[in-house]
């Protein structure tokens, strides 16, 4: 199956948990943890994945950040190929694992003149992972335990209906959608293929496939997400955090638009400042892509305009003949926004 980026995202404030090293709080001003990149030891059981970045509250336990990093300050200066927390590259701003190179609807081959390349448009399927699918552990979260996905049960244990959390997830994908050169359709199929080691396929599942458990309780790592060409996501339904519905469920949508932000190709991004939804930390002062998100996701894949002959694939608006007519302009001055600068 090959190597397979991941990140989660948590929330941690300073208050002290039995049993635990930091106490975990919901956000709205809190700091949080992320992951770090690290790696797994390669099985038969288990082919080798990367870990997740991670960003930790002041004052949590060196003994914990030296678990999980590798050191106790939280980053080391190269990777070796061993246990948990054996690496931690030093961040900076918004530096993107590959982008989707090939999709259900786009397949192409890797390289050539027919490859996918960065700016390009692509379409993405996306569907939920039947309840019952086995989920492996991910192996980078201390306490978590493989079990099978429950999220249909728990978002219809929330939700009034099926329909209402549906709709909160194509929320998101929209607004990716309008801010990038990604489309999104929903994929009504999933067949409960072995998870996350599926590509996806046209009317059997998603490119990107969205399942739940137990990860490790309320707070800290609230979900995880790998990265392309996997896209799969992994909600923790033992976490009281999402039970809130407040602002059309912001708790819920902005993990949710996190996570895929992995699921095309983001990394985390410091300064915490709760400026940005790539940061490690899960809040609800803003909604959904910020400016630096939405211009990252337009250097992998273009804007909404990108593609003009509806093949989402070919970047027509690169051209003078195949330019996006936008039609008759009124007097005065004409915003269009966000658009891509390539």
């Not at 770090?36 to 336990?61: K, Q, S």
């Not at 249909?152 to 209402?164: C, G, K, S, V």
Request: glycine share 10%.
């Amino acid at each position: 199956a090959g190597a397979r980026a991941w990140a989660a995202w948590g929330s941690v404030a300073n208050l002290s948990l039995p049993g635990s090293h930091t106490g975990i709080a919901p956000p709205a001003g809190g700091l949080g943890i992320g992951g770090p990149w690290g790696n797994v030891p390669e099985t038969a059981a288990r082919p080798w994945r990367e870990m997740p970045w991670v960003c930790f509250a002041p004052g949590t336990d060196a003994a914990l950040i030296a678990e999980i990093t590798g050191s106790p300050h939280g980053h080391t200066p190269a990777m070796p190929r061993g246990g948990r927390g054996a690496f931690q590259a030093a961040a900076f701003q918004f530096y993107n694992t590959p982008r989707w190179w090939s999709t259900a609807t786009n397949p192409a081959p890797r390289t050539g003149p027919n490859a996918l390349r960065q700016g390009d448009p692509i379409t993405l399927t996306w569907s939920i992972v039947p309840d019952g699918t086995w989920l492996d552990r991910s192996g980078a979260i201390p306490g978590e335990s493989s079990d099978r996905s429950d999220l249909e049960a728990f978002l219809d244990d929330i939700y009034p209906n099926r329909a209402t959390w549906l709709a909160l997830m194509q929320d998101v994908f929209d607004r990716w959608a309008e801010v990038s050169g990604i489309r999104y359709v929903y994929e009504p199929n999933d067949d409960g293929a072995a998870f996350p080691d599926n590509d996806g396929e046209l009317g059997v599942r998603g490119d990107v496939r969205i399942a739940g458990r137990s990860i490790d309780g309320n707070f800290n790592t609230l979900a995880y997400n790998y990265a392309p060409t996997r896209g799969d996501m992994v909600i923790d339904t033992a976490d009281s955090f999402f039970n809130s519905t407040s602002n059309n469920s912001l708790r819920f949508r902005n993990v949710f638009a996190h996570e895929h932000g992995h699921g095309i190709g983001m990394r985390h991004v410091c300064p915490r400042d709760f400026t940005k939804l790539m940061e490690p930390s899960a809040t609800t002062l803003f909604d959904g892509p910020q400016h630096d998100d939405i211009f990252s996701a337009q250097r992998q894949y273009g804007d909404r305009l990108e593609d003009t002959n509806g093949d989402n694939v070919s970047e027509d608006n690169d051209s003078f003949a195949d330019r996006t007519d936008l039609g008759e302009l009124a007097p005065g001055v004409t915003t269009l926004t966000p658009l891509s600068i390539d």
